[in-house]
């Protein structure tokens, strides 16, 4: 049933978007970057090539393309451009919860828009003072009529100064928490809406990034995105289809530091022998290919559970901060194998050094993937093995050895303080090596846990 080879059309839909990489991006990237300014034409030369919005799906006039073919394209994309990546596709975060809401008739309107003209559309849930906390947001919605009227500011958004519409999360009352939040388009044009400066980055200069004001904006009902209560459900189902392409940004970035690193230790000679002929240099490669391949393998899997229509939740945070944390360790070693040239500005990794550190912190820093993926093995992961106090272990003298055939008739007891098993017809009165009392021990044996419960469950949906 596994199966990791691409159909044709993936890999022509990849060497299409490679070409395109290569051919539009590679020559300006590092101008813009240096001038630290989006290249609009690019992102407008992504559209016309079909590169951009490819995920809308064809009943809206899109591509319908699926999560691992976004997969594919961000990769090349982003071994060419972190930058241009983000903002390239930054469109597919602000449609994802559009495409995931309920309101048909903006589907209708807004999708076919973008999928038929050059339109960019931002997402907002971040603030001056909340990004990790979506809970937290005090961008104010107020009922008014049918109508809702906005209050407030964003901060950090991807593409903001440029977006013909946001995305926007906000609260009906800032203490409700979760319960509060909700959703609407805004027209950036829209009266009260404005701008703010674009904000300067250590890294991914080519890509725009502001903070957006509204003041007493009005929201017609015809554009809520999630109604209050529906809001931080929505956003969360926004990041489980998008945080596997952050980890496809990552292995894209990590991909070109490795091949660049490769390239010059095969040339850079240093006591008489190419850099490369060192193993110390070598199982630096090795390493380096090692990372690729895994997150590679973690985000498409997490791309495949959204595909198939699994809830990719966990995946998708697993494949963001694996694949993120591997690309800037992967870029450290690379600059590294460059030597000083690798710190200068006239080598590409310097700008793949700074862009990749982002990967981390956008889209749930690598620390909320962390507290989602332990509250999940934590609460929801279902063991293969009984509770270690149901454990059977008994010794050589319990059963004959070698044939494993247990004596039917005894009894084991397990001290669920240090482990000792106890085979007799009573637990003893006091454990004989942690001296905690008889009320300690568990029978063990004959086994107390039924194996039916142990089974393999069907993927959640
Ligand atoms: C260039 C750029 C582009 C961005 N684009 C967008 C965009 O398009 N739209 C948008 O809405 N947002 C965007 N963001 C915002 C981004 O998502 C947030 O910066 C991110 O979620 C972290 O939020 P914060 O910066 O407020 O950090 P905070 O939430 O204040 O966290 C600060 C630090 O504390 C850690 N931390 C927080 N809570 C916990 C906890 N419970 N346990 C352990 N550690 C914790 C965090 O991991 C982090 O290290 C962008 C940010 C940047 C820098």
């Given at each position: 049933?596994?199966?990791?080879?691409?159909?044709?059309?993936?890999?022509?839909?990849?060497?299409?978007?490679?070409?395109?990489?290569?051919?539009?991006?590679?020559?300006?990237?590092?101008?813009?970057?240096?001038?630290?300014?989006?290249?609009?034409?690019?992102?407008?030369?992504?559209?016309?090539?079909?590169?951009?919005?490819?995920?809308?799906?064809?009943?809206?006039?899109?591509?319908?393309?699926?999560?691992?073919?976004?997969?594919?394209?961000?990769?090349?994309?982003?071994?060419?451009?972190?930058?241009?990546?983000?903002?390239?596709?930054?469109?597919?975060?602000?449609?994802?919860p559009?495409?995931?809401?309920?309101?048909?008739?903006?589907?209708?309107?807004?999708?076919?828009?973008?999928?038929?003209?050059?339109?960019?559309?931002?997402?907002?849930t971040?603030?001056?003072?909340m990004?990790?906390d979506v809970s937290g947001i005090?961008?104010?919605?107020?009922?008014?009529?049918?109508?809702?009227?906005?209050?407030?500011?964003?901060?950090?958004?991807?593409?903001?100064?440029?977006?013909?519409?946001?995305?926007?999360f906000a609260t009906v009352?800032p203490?409700k928490a979760h319960e509060g939040i909700c959703a609407?388009?805004?027209?950036?044009?829209?009266?009260?809406?404005?701008?703010?400066?674009?904000?300067?980055?250590?890294?991914?200069?080519?890509?725009?990034?502001?903070?957006?004001?509204?003041?007493?904006?009005?929201?017609?009902?015809?554009?809520?995105v999630a109604p209050p209560g529906e809001g931080f459900v929505l956003a969360m189902q926004t990041f489980?289809?998008?945080?596997?392409?952050?980890?496809?940004?990552?292995?894209?970035?990590?991909?070109?530091?490795?091949?660049?690193?490769?390239?010059?230790?095969?040339?850079?000679?240093?006591?008489?022998?190419?850099?490369?002929?060192?193993?110390?240099?070598?199982?630096?490669?090795?390493?380096?290919?090692?990372?690729?391949?895994?997150?590679?393998?973690?985000?498409?899997?997490?791309?495949?559970?959204?595909?198939?229509?699994?809830?990719?939740?966990?995946?998708?945070?697993?494949?963001?901060?694996?694949?993120?944390?591997?690309?800037?360790?992967?870029?450290?070693?690379?600059?590294?194998?460059?030597?000083?040239?690798?710190?200068?500005?006239?080598?590409?990794?310097?700008?793949?050094?700074?862009?990749?550190?982002?990967?981390?912190?956008?889209?749930?820093?690598?620390?909320?993937?962390?507290?989602?993926?332990?509250?999940?093995?934590?609460?929801?992961?279902?063991?293969?093995?009984?509770?270690?106090?149901?454990?059977?272990?008994?010794?050589?003298?319990?059963?004959?050895?070698?044939?494993?055939?247990?004596?039917?008739?005894?009894?084991?007891?397990?001290?669920?303080?240090?482990?000792?098993?106890?085979?007799?017809?009573?637990?003893?009165?006091?454990?004989?090596?942690?001296?905690?009392?008889?009320?300690?021990?568990?029978?063990?044996?004959?086994?107390?846990?039924?194996?039916?419960?142990?089974?393999?469950?069907?993927?959640?949906?």
């Amino acid at each position: 049933m596994l199966n990791f080879n691409l159909s044709p059309e993936q890999i022509e839909l990849r060497d299409q978007t490679r070409r395109f990489a290569l051919e539009e991006i590679l020559p300006v990237a590092w101008e813009y970057d240096a001038r630290d300014e989006l290249p609009l034409f690019i992102l407008k030369k992504a559209f016309e090539a079909g590169i951009m919005n490819g995920d809308i799906p064809k009943a809206y006039g899109g591509k319908g393309r699926g999560a691992l073919e976004s997969a594919l394209l961000t990769e090349e994309i982003a071994a060419v451009c972190p930058g241009l990546a983000t903002s390239i596709f930054d469109n597919s975060l602000g449609m994802e919860p559009i495409m995931l809401c309920r309101n048909e008739p903006l589907k209708q309107k807004i999708l076919s828009e973008i999928a038929a003209d050059f339109k960019l559309i931002c997402f907002a849930t971040s603030e001056p003072v909340m990004g990790s906390d979506v809970s937290g947001i005090r961008c104010l919605a107020r009922p008014d009529g049918d109508d809702y009227i906005l209050n407030g500011t964003k901060y950090w958004i991807t593409n903001g100064g440029i977006a013909d519409y946001i995305t926007v999360f906000a609260t009906v009352d800032p203490k409700k928490a979760h319960e509060g939040i909700c959703a609407f388009l805004v027209d950036r044009n829209w009266k009260g809406v404005s701008v703010g400066r674009h904000i300067p980055k250590l890294g991914q200069r080519c890509s725009n990034t502001a903070g957006i004001n509204f003041k007493d904006v009005r929201v017609p009902k015809a554009n809520v995105v999630a109604p209050p209560g529906e809001g931080f459900v929505l956003a969360m189902q926004t990041f489980s289809r998008t945080r596997p392409i952050i980890g496809s940004f990552a292995v894209g970035a990590a991909r070109s530091a490795m091949e660049l690193a490769v390239d010059y230790a095969k040339k850079r000679r240093t006591f008489g022998v190419k850099i490369a002929n060192n193993q110390a240099i070598q199982f630096k490669i090795a390493e380096m290919y090692q990372k690729v391949e895994t997150a590679r393998l973690l985000t498409w899997k997490a791309a495949w559970e959204a595909d198939s229509g699994q809830d990719p939740t966990v995946t998708a945070s697993i494949a963001k901060f694996y694949a993120t944390e591997a690309a800037m360790e992967v870029v450290e070693e690379a600059l590294q194998i460059f030597g000083g040239y690798g710190y200068t500005r006239l080598y590409p990794i310097e700008k793949l050094y700074r862009d990749t550190r982002l990967f981390k912190i956008y889209e749930g820093t690598s620390e909320i993937q962390r507290i989602i993926v332990s509250g999940f093995v934590l609460h929801g992961y279902q063991p293969s093995l009984p509770p270690l106090e149901d454990f059977p272990m008994l010794t050589g003298i319990d059963f004959a050895v070698p044939d494993g055939v247990v004596d039917p008739k005894i009894k084991g007891w397990r001290c669920r303080m240090c482990g000792y098993i106890h085979t007799a017809d009573e637990p003893p009165k006091e454990c004989p090596y942690c001296y905690f009392p008889q009320t300690a021990f568990k029978q063990v044996w004959p086994q107390t846990f039924g194996t039916e419960q142990y089974k393999s469950k069907p993927p959640p949906k």
